[in-house]
């Protein structure tokens, strides 16, 4: 068992910065920040593979985000810079990919509780 807990969120005006924090109970071989704004399907934001280092990141967010981690601390951050009104949404932490599809983890064995970020414009 794996628990999650994020910071970080708030609100920004547009082409402000944040960075989002979640420490992580436990190790796992995939963490990741997923992202969901009201009436909209979750989004997977970015994830990284804490082993090789390796990152993926959205179309969406490329060039303006960045996850990173710091192993001893077994937290992993996301960096979001340039933000705008449509990075509105809750965003949470995961970790441990169950499921595959079409070369993007779509689900995860464990999230956090989430934390808001709201830009305006």
């Known amino acids: 068992q794996v628990q999650l807990v994020e910071s970080g969120g708030g609100s920004v005006q547009a082409g402000g910065s944040l960075k989002l924090s979640c420490a992580a109970s436990?190790?796992?071989?995939?963490m990741a920040w997923v992202r969901q704004a009201p009436g909209k399907e979750r989004e997977g934001v970015a994830r990284?593979?804490?082993?090789?280092?390796?990152?993926y990141y959205a179309d969406s967010v490329k060039g303006r985000f960045t996850i990173s981690q710091d192993n001893a601390k077994n937290t992993v951050y996301l960096q979001m810079t340039s933000l705008k009104p449509e990075d509105t949404a809750m965003y949470y932490c995961?970790?441990?990919?169950?499921?595959?599809?079409?070369?993007?983890?779509?689900?995860?064995?464990?999230w956090g509780q989430g934390t808001q970020v709201t830009v305006s414009s």
């Open positions: 436990g190790y796992s071989l995939t």
């Open positions: 990284l593979s804490p082993i090789s280092g390796s990152t």
């Open positions: 995961a970790a441990s990919c169950t499921l595959m599809r079409g070369g993007d983890c779509v689900d995860y064995a464990y």
